[in-house]
Nanobody, 125 residues
Framework: QVQLVESGGGLVQAGGSLRLSCAASGRTFGYYAMGWFRQAPGKEREFVAGISASNRNTHYADSVKGRFTISRDNAKNTVYLAMNSLKPEDTAVYYC??????????????????WGQGTQVTVSS
């Protein structure tokens, strides 16, 4: 069982930056691939970025590639999402998720086993 707690969301102007953190409980954090998803009002939840358990591989949605960076610190049981050049369309609730299955980074939410409660990111124009 893994519990995930996101933090770092807030209100920022377009062009600004935020860094989200997701702290995980448990000793097995290093075995999980981790993902960030987001859900805007009236829209379905969508994949943003993922990182493998080994920390060797990352994957990004086209909409954030070059602006967002996912990273993890297994010693601290934490995964991060650095968001730069933010746009109003990045406004959403951001969730981190853990995938306990081995294999490539999944971009579908049903592949993930554990979820945080979400943190709101609002980008003003």
């Amino acid at each position: 069982q893994v519990q995930l707690v996101e933090s770092g969301g807030g209100l920022v102007q377009a062009g600004g930056s935020l860094r989200l953190s997701c702290a995980a409980s448990g000793r097995t954090f290093g075995y999980y691939a981790m993902g960030w998803f987001r859900q805007a009002p009236g829209k379905e939840r969508e994949f943003v970025a993922g990182i493998s358990a080994s920390n060797r591989n990352t994957h990004y949605a086209d909409s954030v590639k070059g602006r967002f960076t996912i990273s993890r610190d297994n010693a601290k049981n934490t995964v991060y999402l650095a968001m730069n050049s933010l746009k109003p369309e990045d406004t959403a609730v951001y969730y981190c998720a853990a995938d306990r299955h081995l294999g490539s980074i999944s971009v579908v939410d049903f592949a993930y086993d554990y979820w945080g409660q979400g943190t709101q990111v609002t980008v003003s124009s």
